[in-house]
C-alpha cells in the first residue's frame, strides 16, 4: 500500500521553536499534520504489524535529513488516528527505512507500507 503526502512536514528545528513559543502551539502544530496523515491514510486497510518504506522528496537540501526525519511522529500517529495500525508501539512497527531526495517542484512524502508478520 503507498500514500503520498504532498508538502514537507516541520522540520525538528521548526517543532522546537514552536513547541517554546507558546505551550499550545506544538500541540494545534501537532494536530493538524496528523490529521493530513488520517485523512489521506483513512483508505487503507487495517494491518497488525507493519513495514514503513519512507522516501521525503525535499524542495532543496536546506533542512539536514534528521530534521526532516522529525515527520515520522506525524505518520505514526496519523496510521494509527485512521486506525491502519492499533498503536505505533513495537508490537505493530517492525521497521522502518527513510530515504531523501529533492523534487523542488513537487516536495512530498511517499510512504510505502507493507503488513508483516
Not at 513547541?19 to 487495517?46: G, W
Not at 531526495?101 to 508478520?117: A, G, Q, S
Request: hydrophobic share 40%; proline share 5%; with cysteine.
Amino acid at each position: 500500500m503507498k500514500i503520498i503526502i504532498p508538502g514537507e512536514f516541520p522540520s525538528l528545528n521548526e517543532i522546537i521553536k514552536k513547541a517554546k513559543s507558546h505551550h499550545m502551539a506544538y500541540a494545534s502544530m501537532k494536530k493538524e499534520n496528523t490529521q493530513l496523515v488520517q485523512m489521506i491514510a483513512n483508505r487503507l486497510p487495517n494491518m497488525e504489524r507493519v513495514y514503513l518504506d519512507i522516501t521525503y522528496y525535499c524542495k532543496n537540501r536546506r533542512k539536514d535529513p534528521d530534521n526532516i526525519a522529525a515527520a515520522k511522529k506525524f505518520i505514526l500517529d496519523g496510521l494509527v488516528a485512521a486506525e491502519v495500525i492499533p498503536n505505533d508501539g513495537w508490537k505493530e512497527i517492525d521497521s522502518w527505512e527513510e530515504k531523501f531526495k529533492v523534487d523542488k517542484n513537487n516536495p512530498r512524502i511517499e510512504i510505502n507500507i507493507k503488513e508483516v508478520d
